[in-house]
């Protein structure tokens, strides 16, 4: 019994990874996510990061990046297609917590390359994107 006990668990840690590497597989090699997680629409620190981001869509659409919102269960995208997954994988795949704030820059190799708990300024997403590897390479042939 124990066995079978331990083996439902196995699988069902296995089908949870799976489901988390998966959340963003559409973008790999593509698209760099900038996943803004947050409680509800009210929240100011969201209220910002959209201010933010508004301001800065040109230089956002150079750099290659969607912004993925995940808003209590709600997510939805700006700048790309929607991701291939809900908030509560997202939320697992990145270890945000309910009712947390927490800006996440996703890398086109599917890395994280940063996470903060405030609104990411429209200065240190740019330089962090253009200090990438594949970013500069991209500069170069353009």
Not at 7 to 32: D, E, G, I
Not at 41 to 59: F, K, M, T, W
Not at 79 to 94: C, E, I, K, V
């Amino acid at each position: 019994m124990l066995m079978v006990v331990r083996s439902v668990a196995a699988l069902a840690t296995l089908a949870v990874f799976a489901t988390t590497v998966q959340a963003m597989s559409n973008y790999r090699w593509k698209k760099r996510p900038l996943v803004v997680f947050a409680d509800s629409d009210g929240s100011p620190l969201l209220a910002e990061q959209r201010q933010i981001v508004a301001r800065n869509q040109s230089d956002l659409n150079k750099r290659d990046v969607v912004v993925v919102w995940v808003v209590g269960q709600t997510v939805s995208t700006e700048l790309g297609p929607p991701p291939n997954s809900n908030a509560t994988s997202l939320r697992a795949r990145y270890a945000v917590a309910d009712g947390e704030f927490r800006a996440v820059l996703v890398g086109k190799d599917g890395g994280e390359k940063l996470s903060l708990s405030k609104p990411l300024a429209a200065d240190k997403l740019i330089a962090t994107i253009d200090a990438m590897p594949m970013r500069r390479d991209e500069m170069r042939r353009r």
